[in-house]
């Protein structure tokens, strides 16, 4: 089955791609999520505005993604939490617990996704984070882990 992608889909395609997927796939997942539409003779004459959107998409994404690491570049987290004498801590520190710790310091909202680590933070220090804001715009912040 061929069909036109509508959506992003991490890891698979982007906006106005082309795929031949399996037949399920397609009918259970994609067509009813409005993810993806059939490929049709009419409907791939309509790629050509799909690729102008997705363009456009991607050019207000990393206009916004730059703004974004210019006022989260210099940012230091600090997170506070029971650990053991040697400094490990009893709960990690997680992409949802850093998620919520970026917004309350710099009022930004990010994605779990965008938090390029993939293990929880589980003991007192410093750690560099990366963040992968956009494709082409990455940049990195401080949490400052401290025992209660």
């Known amino acids: 089955m061929r069909v036109i992608l509508l ?7 982007q906006i106005g791609d082309v795929k031949n997927v399996s037949d399920g796939y397609g ?10 539409k059939l490929a049709t003779p009419n409907s791939l004459k309509e790629v050509d ?3 102008k959107k997705l363009s456009a998409m991607q050019e207000v994404e990393k ?15 600090e997170i ?6 040697t400094g490990k801590l009893f709960a990690g520190i ?7 710790e970026i917004k309350k310091a710099s009022g930004v909202s990010l994605k779990e996704e ?3 680590h993939e293990e929880p933070i589980k003991q007192v220090g410093e750690h560099l984070v990366d963040l992968n804001l956009s494709p082409e715009v ?4 401080k949490v400052l882990v401290k025992t209660e």
């Open 7 to 13: 959506q992003n889909i991490k890891g698979f395609g």
């Open 138 to 141: 990455k940049t990195q912040i």
């Open 114 to 116: 965008m938090i390029d």
């Open 80 to 85: 506070t939490r029971k650990a053991t004498k």
């Open 27 to 36: 009918r259970n997942f994609l067509l009813p999520g409005g993810k993806a």
């Open 94 to 100: 997680d992409k949802d617990d850093l998620v919520k």
């Open 63 to 77: 206009e916004t993604a730059v703004k974004v690491a210019e006022q989260l570049k210099d940012l230091t987290v």
């Open 49 to 51: 505005n799909l690729k």
